[in-house]
């Protein structure tokens, strides 16, 4: 089973535009990190967040964590058509870390 | 520095073959990940190592082999392939899951018929 649950699927913005991606996981963390896939490429790390973190920011990506809510989230400002590609998120749960448990993606297309 | 080398990038398979998946990675990381990626889904963990001569199940094992005999390598077999395990095949790995993401490799696409 899945541990996070991106939402929504799938994501159609204009260029420019912002876009904001949400993950919800079920049990407790160590991190959670975001990934991003190009077509038909491997995944490429994003940005890691710790459990006692609650926002980071990396150039255009901006990250939340409520721990409380189990949930974060992925804001790409400015958002460019290079920015097209699914996103995911993966967390490195409590006492069974040591791995990642990735969530189903969303699928961002940026129009120009 | 390669990163993280897979091999092969492709292949097809008959049903009940069996073959080997090699995964590189010249970063000295210790922990390495084998996924499998199948279309409109997340990646799911199948095999993972967490140093030299360690091995450990992942969420979906069954079919598969592994070792990690050295360090920089580890690879992922298949004794009798299913049409099942047809899917895109990512290897990854990490210095220290704590405070570092993963590293992918740039996947081995597998089609059984």
């Known amino acids: 089973s899945q541990q996070g649950e991106e939402d929504p699927q799938a994501l159609s913005i204009q260029e420019g535009e912002n876009a904001t991606m949400n993950c919800s996981y079920k049990?407790?963390?160590?991190?959670l990190q975001w990934y991003r896939q190009n077509s038909g490429r491997g995944l490429v790390h994003l940005i890691l967040?710790?459990?006692?973190?609650r926002e980071k920011h990396s150039g255009r990506l901006r990250v939340t964590l409520d721990t409380s809510k189990k949930s974060s989230s992925l804001l790409i400002t400015a958002s460019r058509a290079a920015d097209t590609a699914s996103y995911f998120c993966?967390?490195?749960?409590?006492?069974?870390?040591?791995?990642?448990?990735f969530g189903g993606g969303t699928r961002v297309l940026v129009k120009p | 520095n390669a990163g993280v080398t897979q091999t092969p990038k492709f292949r097809v398979l008959k049903t009940g073959q069996s073959m080997t998946l090699l995964c590189a990675q010249d970063?000295?990381?210790?922990?390495m990940y084998w996924y499998r990626q199948d279309p409109g889904m997340g990646l799911r963990l199948i095999h993972y190592?967490?140093?030299?001569?360690?091995?450990a199940k992942g969420e979906v094992p069954d079919g598969y082999n592994v070792s990690r005999l050295k360090k920089q390598n580890f690879l992922l077999g298949l004794e009798s392939a299913a049409p099942s395990q047809t899917s895109v095949y990512f290897c990854?790995?990490?210095?220290?899951?704590?405070?570092?993401?993963?590293?992918f490799g740039s996947g081995t696409r597998l089609t059984v018929v």
């Open positions: 993966a967390t490195d749960r409590g006492a069974a870390g040591n791995k990642l448990t």
């Open positions: 967040i710790r459990s006692n973190e």
């Open positions: 970063m000295n990381h210790e922990y």
């Open positions: 049990t407790s963390i160590n991190n």
């Open positions: 990854a790995s990490t210095l220290d899951t704590l405070f570092y993401g993963y590293t």
């Open positions: 190592s967490v140093g030299e001569g360690t091995t």
